[in-house]
């Protein structure tokens, strides 16, 4: 079983920045893949990039160049940064894992975390 919980999200102005973090439990961490995934009001949950037990990255079209997804298996923790924000961004942001799947289905990862909220003014 993973435990995870995201914190790190707020509110922020166009332009600006803002890192999530998602904390993991458990001693397993490195053996899983790990995303980001949103949920805009009215809009069903989307994928936003994910990362590989070895450090492969998949990006979203809509958030390369400007999201940079990372982890510190030392710290049981992965992170989004994010630059330059526009008001689309603003969303609830989910992190997910899964020992098996580290592609952009969000039907297929096994644990999730209760979400953090992103809002970004214009």
């Known amino acids: 079983q993973v435990q995870l919980v995201?914190?790190?999200g707020g509110l922020v102005q166009?332009?600006?920045s803002l890192?999530?973090?998602c904390a993991a439990s458990g001693r397993t961490f490195s053996s899983y893949a790990m995303s980001w995934f949103r949920r805009a009001p009215?809009?069903?949950r989307e994928f936003v990039v994910s990362i590989t037990q070895n450090g492969g990255t998949y990006y979203a079209d809509s958030v390369k160049g400007?999201?940079?997804i990372s982890r510190d298996n030392a710290k049981n923790t992965v992170y989004l940064q994010m630059n330059s924000l526009k008001p689309e961004d603003t969303a609830v942001y989910y992190c997910a894992a899964d020992r098996y799947y580290s592609g952009s289905s969000v039907y297929e990862y096994a644990?999730?975390?209760q979400g953090t909220q992103v809002t970004?003014?214009?």
């Open 6 to 8: 995201e914190s790190g």
């Open 14 to 16: 166009a332009g600006g």
């Open 19 to 21: 890192r999530l973090s």
């Open 42 to 44: 009215g809009k069903e």
């Open 66 to 68: 400007r999201f940079t």
């Open 111 to 113: 644990y999730w975390g």
């Open 120 to 122: 970004v003014s214009s």
